[in-house]
């Protein structure tokens, strides 16, 4: 089949809305851990006759008490790909107009309420 205007002009994308078009960028076909997971709890919705939400919801009671166990990476896993990693960096900055006699006195509370035992829950 020839290069013609004619050929060019059927296989040619359309302005607006064209099916053959990719707009998301991603592969024909592709499935993203959230839709596999969704299936997943479907299927277990479906086979022990519960709603999706209630197998949703077994499914993060299991990946907590793994992770009250020791095992953390079930319930990180889960967690980071539904519902994206947390920032990982983070800019404090004190204000200079904070006095350095209350830093240090704010420094040293500090330092004596952990050496007295104090956990550091609340700082």
Same mark, same amino acid.
């Given at each position: 089949?020839? /290069?013609?205007?004619? %050929?060019?002009? !059927?296989?040619? =994308? ?7 078009? %990719?707009?998301?960028?991603? %592969?024909?076909?592709?499935?993203? =851990?959230? @839709?596999?997971? /969704?299936?997943?709890?479907? !299927?277990?919705? !479906?086979?022990? +006759?519960?709603? =999706? ?23 990180? #896993?889960?967690? @980071?790909?539904? #519902?994206? !990693?947390?920032?990982? /960096?983070?800019?404090? +900055?004190?204000?200079? %107009? ?6 240090? +006195? ?18």
């Amino acid at each position: 089949m020839a /290069n013609t205007k004619e %050929n060019l002009a !059927k296989t040619a =994308f359309k302005k607006g809305h064209d099916p053959r078009r %990719n707009t998301t960028g991603e %592969n024909r076909g592709h499935r993203s =851990f959230e @839709s596999d997971f /969704n299936h997943v709890c479907e !299927k277990i919705a !479906k086979q022990n +006759k519960i709603s =999706f939400s209630d197998a949703r919801e077994q499914l993060m009671l299991v990946g907590y008490k793994m992770a009250k166990e020791g095992s953390f990476s079930f319930w990180e #896993y889960i967690h @980071s790909h539904l #519902y994206g !990693k947390p920032q990982a /960096n983070l800019d404090v +900055k004190l204000s200079s %107009n904070i006095p350095a006699d209350v830093k240090q +006195k704010v420094a040293d509370a500090i330092y004596e309420h952990l050496d007295q035992g104090g956990d550091n829950s609340g700082v």
